[in-house]
């Protein structure tokens, strides 16, 4: 009698937390112990418990979770992926990522990994996760000029636990191939109301067009996203006034200069 009592007491109970829990608008997902004291992994939140006795999973959005063991329900939240974005270019002789985050883990770390065939990869560093919601991270790559080929790097969100928040990859070209000479004219030249920017990019850069008067000031900055390839940019001379502007063109490696003259 005493056994069934205690079954009982224990369904009732499970009952009770379901409804709590459930009453409670958590997006709960239903799971089952053992009934034997453990500690265990479910998803992404650690469980350490004795066998009929109370305790609390708390995973990492900090919501608790609560069971009474001996075969009753556990409730968990479940973690969601963390997305980020992650970028790469050359500084110098050196690989520069950046990556920002949106929130901050207690105890999370981001794992930097090195790949040259896009399948094995190496690690080559990591960085505690901020306390802040929002941080911006960086990581230098001194090594990554010397390898002279094509670099994939793969950056890993993991929690305390040693699972994955999320993972972003980025590609980054040889730097040889950033060196290559710009190749870059406007046309027509001279030109009235209108000229056009045409380039040859090796990949994908920030390019910085700044239009100098005769006395070398600075009066017309015009900022594009270039891609790999020819591409052509239509460039309005509408606000500038009739004589001859130094033209400097720019990107992260690159700077190149012509004249533009600008007819009536």
Known sequence: MHTQCLYLKCFVTGVLLWTTLTSSGQSLERKVFSSAGD?????????????????????????????????QPMFMTVLAVEHFELYARWQEASAALQWTSNRFVAGSIFMIERSTDGITFSWIGELASASLNRNAYSFTDSAASQLNTSLLYRVTWIDQFGHSLGEEMVELRPYEDMREPLSWQLFPNPAREETNLRLRLPTALAVELIVYNSLGQAIKRVSISGIAGIQTHPLSLSDLSAGTYMIHLTTPYHTANTRLIRTH
């Open 39 to 71: 500690h265990q992994l479910i998803g992404l939140t650690s469980y350490s418990y004795t066998f009929g006795e109370p305790f609390v999973g708390t995973d990492l959005t900090n919501l608790p979770s609560l069971t009474m063991g001996f075969h």
